[in-house]
């Protein structure tokens, strides 16, 4: 069984991509993050250990006010010790991702 030894990254879908990174920009850097990705819909940030992505929202999330599904929390993947493998879960169900 793999042990768990930290997060490999998260996933933030975002209603407004340009106001969030304006936003994560300032706080990840405080954090001591580095946007070390950058896309038109998509930007993520590093300290070393952990991701931290935003992604815009599709057209049907943005269209409407917060629930459950659209904007937020997208996903997961946290990091194994096992041959450097990382586990990334989506739903109930497990995955190896590399």
């Given at each position: 069984?793999p042990?768990?030894?930290?997060?490999?990254?998260?996933?933030l879908?975002?209603?407004?991509?340009?106001?969030?990174?304006a936003?994560?920009?300032k706080?990840?850097?405080?954090?001591?993050?580095?946007?070390?990705?950058?896309?038109?819909?998509m930007?993520?940030?590093?300290n070393?250990?952990?991701?931290?992505?935003?992604?815009?929202?599709?057209?049907?999330?943005?269209?409407?006010?917060?629930?459950?599904?659209?904007?937020?929390?997208?996903?997961?993947a946290s990091?194994?010790?096992?041959?450097?493998?990382?586990?990334?879960?989506?739903?109930?169900?497990?995955?190896r991702?590399?």
């Amino acid at each position: 069984m793999p042990r768990v030894v930290g997060i490999d990254h998260l996933v933030l879908s975002v209603g407004d991509f340009m106001r969030s990174k304006a936003f994560y920009g300032k706080l990840l850097g405080y954090l001591g993050f580095t946007l070390k990705y950058e896309y038109p819909e998509m930007a993520g940030w590093s300290n070393g250990k952990t991701l931290f992505w935003i992604a815009a929202a599709d057209p049907r999330g943005r269209r409407r006010k917060y629930r459950k599904g659209d904007i937020g929390f997208h996903h997961y993947a946290s990091s194994s010790c096992r041959a450097g493998a990382t586990w990334t879960t989506w739903a109930p169900s497990w995955r190896r991702t590399a």
